[in-house]
C-alpha cells in the first residue's frame, strides 16, 4: 500500500529535550516536506526537500533541522524544543511534477511542557 | 509570494443541500490548485486538482470545483451535503514549475445537520 509513515503519533517532551520525528514513504516520490498545523493558520511549510542531500527552507523554518540521506526518508529534528514548537505536524510526499498531488502522512502530535 | 485565503472559517450546511467552500489565491503565473479534506485524527487526504483544461474539475466523493482565472478562485462545491462530508477542508496552490511545495489556505471546517 502506498503510503507516507510518521512517527511517533504523539509526543510529550520537556523544553530543551532534542528529538526526531521520523517520515518514511515508500511510493520513491523525490519531493518531501514538513508542514506544521495550528488553528486558524493552515498549514505552513517548515522545510522541503527536492531529492537526497537537497533541502531548503520552507515559511517557518527556525528551529528546525532536516536531512534527506535516502530518498524514502526525511527526519525532522528539534535540537532545542521549546513551548511554541507545540503543534501537529504533517509529513508529505510527492513526484518531480508538479502538478501531482501530494500524500500526506497521518500526522504527529506534538506537546511541549 | 503566493497566497491562498479561504475567507470562511466555517461554513454550516443542512443535509441534502448544496455546498459552497471558498477559496480565492494569488500567484504570479499559473497557479496548479487542490483541495484536499482533513477527516479528525487523519493526514489530509487529496479531493481534486485543477492543472489545466475545464474549468468544472471533478474529483473524490462527489465534489467539483470550478476555476475562474478572472476572480482567482477555486470554490469546491458539491449539489448534495451528506453528515459524512463534515470535515476541515483545505485549498491549495503550487506554482507550475515551481521546486516549492504546496501554499495552504488556513481551512474551512464543514458541518453538515442532518
Known amino acids: 500500500e502506498a503510503q507516507v509513515t510518521q512517527n511517533p503519533r504523539y509526543l510529550i517532551t520537556v523544553t530543551g529535550k532534542k528529538l526526531t520525528v521520523t517520515c518514511s514513504q515508500n511510493?520513491?516520490?523525490?519531493?518531501m516536506s514538513w508542514y506544521r498545523q495550528d488553528p486558524g493558520l493552515g498549514l505552513r511549510q517548515i522545510y522541503y526537500s527536492m531529492n537526497v542531500e537537497v533541502t531548503d527552507k520552507g515559511d517557518v523554518p527556525e528551529g528546525y533541522k532536516v536531512s534527506r540521506k535516502e530518498k524514502r526518508n526525511f527526519p525532522l529534528i528539534l535540537e532545542s524544543p521549546s513551548p511554541n514548537q507545540t503543534s501537529l505536524y504533517f509529513c508529505?510526499?510527492?513526484?518531480?511534477?508538479?502538478?501531482?498531488?501530494?500524500?500526506f502522512g497521518q500526522g504527529t502530535r506534538l506537546t511541549v511542557v | 509570494a503566493q497566497s491562498v485565503a479561504q475567507p470562511e472559517d466555517q461554513v454550516n450546511v443542512a443535509e441534502g443541500n448544496p455546498l459552497t467552500v471558498k477559496c480565492t489565491y494569488s500567484?504570479?503565473?499559473?497557479?496548479?490548485l487542490f483541495w484536499y479534506v482533513q477527516y479528525p485524527n487523519r493526514g489530509l487526504q487529496f479531493l481534486l486538482k485543477y492543472i489545466t483544461g475545464d474549468n468544472l474539475v471533478k474529483g473524490s466523493y462527489g465534489f467539483e470545483a470550478e476555476f475562474n482565472k478572472s476572480q482567482t478562485s477555486f470554490h469546491l462545491k458539491k449539489p448534495s451535503a451528506l453528515v459524512s462530508d463534515s470535515a476541515l477542508y483545505f485549498c491549495?496552490?503550487?506554482?507550475?514549475?515551481?521546486?516549492?511545495?504546496?501554499?495552504f489556505g488556513s481551512g474551512t471546517q464543514l458541518t453538515v445537520l442532518p
Open positions: 511510493m520513491n516520490h523525490e519531493y
Open positions: 491549495a496552490a503550487q506554482l507550475s514549475g515551481s521546486a516549492r511545495q504546496l501554499t
Open positions: 500567484v504570479s503565473g499559473n497557479p496548479y
Open positions: 508529505a510526499s510527492r513526484p518531480q511534477r508538479s502538478n501531482t498531488e501530494a500524500f
